[in-house]
């Protein structure tokens, strides 16, 4: 599939494993959740990393404590009004302090892209060229938030107690 | 809308840019005035209309549907208080 | 006030660029009407029956004179020259062009005023109590909470794309003058047993199709934690509300799907993980936005006020504005005034920009510069000397604010309806001027006392119909208007949803029934007793004899 990471169209060493298909030996992998619950043990002993492909509707708190063990993880928008996705992002990188890449799947559109990439995300499996296009225009939109998530861009109350510290007397 | 028209329909829609409400002409253009819709008679063909407008919807109109319309000496009124509304504006 | 600073202003201005470039998009072809309306809507722009409308936030109710006069502009340039103030503290304009609301927007932003989340769902537009500090029984002002709050839920990544509107109000009064009980969450400010201030957490309130009465889940929490039981509030909503339903995605219906001790717990557990990190409001923080609404220098007034004593003497018709549209201020000499938007035949929360722009210029001189909206559409000056009233009523009564209805049987809050919105089944406006010109008698109006009605012309109900003593619903049957009408509904701290009186009746209809149901609350109550409490006492059963009795 098309994947876009900062602002680039990258290639997918990933595959995604259907859950009655067989494993390739050792290319990275995408297993669903319920895969990776039934098969855990066959799937630790694998030489290739391994990543999760998670519905949103899939608790994070099930896997969140192993969540290290996954080199990527891929959380869906089955249509890009539905929200349940950002809110995993941010537990896992926030909570369980995943370091992996995080994938956007589904709908991922260009004006979205802003929100995902605050929440945590960092790769958009996406055949939607508008992503592309639009990404520097998406990324640059804003020179702070209000909220402190992610670290995309300052929030704006740091930016006025860095501007309201009087210059160091050194 | 479930229940058949009795009467003649037309396609109806707001215009994009400014959101005024706007029919569909007999030349295939989109008209504000409800005397130039051109009149469906036949449901099938109302229909056929229908979608064709709704390819327009890209870059011309937003969403677009049919209303009845009833035709008389004075030219044609639309049936439902809410389309009268739209043609006329408020009543305020 | 709030005062935007440059980082502030920086980021409404790009959000307006950023939804230009949206929008021209648009036009080209290149997003489609799906992909566009929910940006559209986060920006305020909705497609009404003729045109675009666009709904602005007035956040927490509070303006200044150049804000208000930017308002005027706005009218003028971009629509037909008037606006409608909103039950939610907004001010909507009815004849939006798509390919000006950037420009709107971007005069709204020069102003520090966005229309950002005033739609979609997501978090809107936070309100809050219209007498925000200046209400003599106010604990504390409820726009420091409201303004934290906002800057929150400002383009927030992880709650921008809900199951539905979230909608928030926060009152610092025991009087409740934001409808608290009736929002997705309502914060209450009050004191614990040690004397500290914090908030009850109603969640799950709501009108439209399925009315209810919010939930406490939290009997006081402590101010540093408010945004991080927020979030854990909305993050068990964003995950757990429904989304195949859109009449059942609201907060509301999750809380009665889980029950509120299931929804308390689900909250509380995700607050208790959240509560130490980066949300904790640190006190200097509160410090510093609480210095925004620090009370204005006023001057100091002599104990006497002999324009306005003498006035009071002889004239009648300015006694009575004063007994009705003007109340009591904590500042000594001081008073808060309404300008009621209910004139007699008016569209109740209109206001073209004549007036808006003479609004502004008595908020200046009369005014200390500060405006505010409630959410019964009405305008206040909060800050006038009671010297300067007799002044302030005749420049009300040459604009045409001046009726003194406030809370009467004629200050009717009503939506656009059918004459402009598309979801609407009947008018609402007309009913309303129509009610107005039956009671225009104000001798009359004065002696039926306290009495609010509230229409919708739909089930949506932005009218409030449900809180309103007489609620009014327009419903469609076979292509003619009808109404429903409920009875003895209230929004305060007593909150209640009416009752249904009987059955729909015709638009012909409509006004007798409800000058029938006056008429009966005049012959039975007792003395002294409002329409309200008579009902409380009596039920629907006199009401319905009367009202469907043969004429």
Same mark, same amino acid.
């Given at each position: 599939m098309p994947l876009v990471r900062d602002g680039k169209a990258v290639a997918d060493g990933w595959t995604t494993v259907a859950d009655d298909a067989a494993l390739p030996a050792d290319a990275p992998v995408i297993v669903s959740f319920a895969r990776w619950r039934a098969e855990r043990a066959v799937l630790e002993q694998r030489n290739a990393p391994l990543g999760l492909g998670l519905k949103n509707t899939d608790a994070v708190e099930e896997v969140g404590p192993e969540i290290h063990r996954f080199g990527l993880v891929a959380l869906n928008f089955p249509k890009f009004s539905d929200g349940r996705a950002y809110s995993q992002a941010r537990l896992l990188r926030e909570r369980y302090g995943f370091k992996g890449d995080l994938r956007a799947t589904g709908q991922v559109l260009p004006d979205q892209l802003i929100h995902m990439l605050r929440a945590g995300f960092d790769s958009f499996d996406t055949a939607d060229a508008r992503v592309l296009q639009q990404w520097s225009k998406s990324v640059a939109a804003y020179h702070a938030f209000y909220q402190p998530i992610g670290r995309l861009r300052p929030t704006l109350d740091n930016l006025r107690r860095e501007e309201a510290r009087p210059a160091a007397a050194d | 809308m479930s229940r058949k028209p009795k009467g003649p329909q037309a396609v109806t829609a707001n215009r994009l840019g400014d959101g005024a409400v706007v029919y569909l002409a007999e030349t295939g253009r989109?008209?504000?005035?409800?005397?130039?819709?051109?009149?469906?008679?036949?449901?099938?063909?109302?229909?056929?209309?229908?979608?064709?407008?709704?390819?327009?919807?890209?870059?011309?109109?937003?969403?677009?549907?049919?209303?009845?319309?009833?035709?008389?000496?004075?030219?044609?009124r639309v049936a439902s208080l809410r389309e009268r509304i739209r043609a006329t504006g408020p009543t305020i | 006030m709030y005062a935007y600073d440059r980082h502030d202003r920086m980021f409404v201005h790009a959000r307006v660029e950023q939804f230009r470039d949206q929008a021209a998009r648009r036009l080209k072809g290149e997003l489609s009407e799906d992909e566009f309306k929910p940006l559209r809507l986060q920006n305020g722009l909705y497609l009404q029956l003729h045109a675009y409308m666009l709904r602005v936030a007035i956040p927490y109710g509070t303006l200044d004179a150049r804000q208000m006069r930017q308002l005027a502009l706005i009218a003028r340039r971009h629509d037909r020259g008037f606006g409608h103030f909103t039950t939610r503290q907004n001010i909507q304009f009815n004849w939006i062009k798509l390919e000006e609301a950037a420009d709107a927007l971007h005069l709204l932003a020069e102003v520090d005023m966005h229309a950002i989340q005033t739609s979609g769902n997501c978090i809107r537009n936070v309100t809050a109590d219209a007498w925000a500090g200046v209400a003599p029984d106010e604990i504390e002002d409820p726009r420091i909470w409201s303004e934290i709050i906002r800057q929150w839920s400002t383009n927030h990544p992880e709650f921008s794309f809900l199951p539905r509107k979230f909608k928030i109000a926060v009152t610092g009064s025991p009087a409740d003058r934001a409808a608290v009980k009736v929002h997705d969450i309502g914060l209450r400010m009050h004191r614990n047993a040690a004397g500290e201030t914090g908030f009850e957490v109603i969640v799950g309130g709501g009108l439209g199709r399925t009315p209810i009465i919010g939930t406490t889940l939290k009997d006081w929490l402590p101010k540093r934690d408010l945004l991080s039981y927020l979030e854990a509030t909305l993050r068990v909503y964003n995950r757990y509300g429904r989304r195949d339903n859109i009449y059942k995605a609201r907060i509301k219906i999750l809380v009665h799907e889980l029950g509120p001790e299931k929804m308390r717990d689900e909250v509380e557990v995700e607050f208790q993980t959240i509560r130490d990190g980066a949300l904790a409001l640190p006190a200097e923080t509160i410090a510093e936005i609480a210095a925004h609404f620090a009370p204005p220098r006023y001057a100091k007034q002599p104990g006497f006020a002999p324009a306005h004593e003498t006035l009071r003497r002889t004239s009648p018709g300015y006694r009575r504005w004063v007994e009705t549209n003007v109340v009591p201020h904590r500042e000594p000499g001081y008073a808060i005034v309404h300008f009621s938007l209910k004139p007699e035949g008016g569209v109740p929360g209109d206001a073209t920009a004549e007036?808006?722009?003479?609004?502004?210029?008595?908020?200046?001189?009369? &005014?200390?510069?500060e405006i505010r909206v409630t959410h019964t559409q009405n305008l206040v000056l909060p800050h006038v000397a009671v010297e300067d009233l007799p002044a302030v009523w005749r420049a009300a009564e040459a604009v045409g604010f001046a009726t003194p209805n406030l809370d009467l049987v004629t200050d009717i809050i009503a939506c656009p309806g059918l004459d402009y919105c598309s979801l609407a089944n009947a008018r609402s406006i007309p009913v309303a001027q129509r009610i107005t010109r039956r009671f225009a008698d104000l001798g009359r109006v004065h002696e039926i006392g306290p009495l609010s009605i509230k229409i919708s012309g739909c089930i949506n109900a932005c009218g409030h119909h449900h809180i309103g003593a007489i609620g009014i619903l327009g419903v469609d049957k076979q292509g003619e208007e009808f109404?429903?009408?409920?009875?003895?509904?209230?929004?305060?701290?007593?909150?209640?949803?009416?009752?249904?009186?009987?059955?729909?009746? &015709?638009?012909?209809?409509?006004?007798?029934?409800v000058e029938a149901v006056v008429e009966a609350y005049l012959a039975i109550r007792a003395p002294g007793e409002d329409f309200l409490a008579t009902y409380a006492r009596l039920g629907l059963a006199p009401f319905k004899e009367r009202a469907y009795a043969p004429r």
């Open positions: - | 989109w008209s504000t005035r409800l005397e130039e819709a051109r009149l469906l008679l036949d449901a099938a063909q109302a229909d056929a209309m229908l979608d064709e407008a709704g390819r327009d919807a890209a870059t011309r109109v937003v969403g677009p549907y049919l209303i009845e319309v009833e035709t008389g000496d004075a030219g044609p | 007036q808006m722009e003479a609004v502004a210029d008595l908020a200046e001189k009369h &005014s200390l510069g109404y429903q009408i409920t009875l003895g509904g209230n929004a305060g701290p007593e909150a209640r949803l009416g009752d249904l009186l009987g059955p729909a009746v &015709s638009a012909d209809r409509v006004v007798d029934t």
